[in-house]
């Protein structure tokens, strides 16, 4: 069974930071661009970043520039969202996705998300 499993959400206080993961079971990666999402209660989902299939580019959403960076690792069939400085407003469930390479097309298998809350 093909899946990805997104890992790394809890509880954190704002200014704080956490890296989510993103592996696949089933399948590889290394062809795939990689795709992160997040959806708050009562709001709309929303993308957050994708990276490219080899890793050498990647795009962010405007409210998250500057404090989230993404990788990957396919020795490791792994993606990672690194989030820093993060604030309440980041509090979703975070979901990754598959793509094209290039991160373009639409998005094919997802994970089951991970929650991600920032309060104090």
């Known amino acids: 069974q093909l899946q990805l499993v997104e890992s790394g959400g809890g509880l954190v206080q704002p200014g704080g930071s956490l890296r989510l993961s993103c592996g696949a079971s089933?399948?590889?990666?290394?062809?795939?661009?990689i795709g992160w999402f997040r959806q708050a209660p009562g709001k709309e989902r929303e993308g957050v970043s994708c990276?490219?299939?080899?890793?050498?580019?990647?795009n962010f959403a405007d409210s998250v520039k500057g404090r989230f960076t993404i990788s990957r690792d396919n020795a490791k069939n792994t993606v990672y969202l690194q989030m820093n400085s993060l604030k309440p407003e980041d509090t979703a469930v975070y979901y990754c996705?598959?793509?094209?390479?290039?991160?373009?097309?639409?998005?094919?298998?997802w994970g089951q998300g991970t929650q991600v809350t920032v309060s104090s």
């Open positions: 990276i490219s299939s080899s890793g050498g580019s990647a």
């Open positions: 996705a598959t793509t094209g390479g290039s991160c373009e097309g639409p998005f094919g298998t």
């Open positions: 089933g399948f590889t990666l290394v062809y795939y661009g």
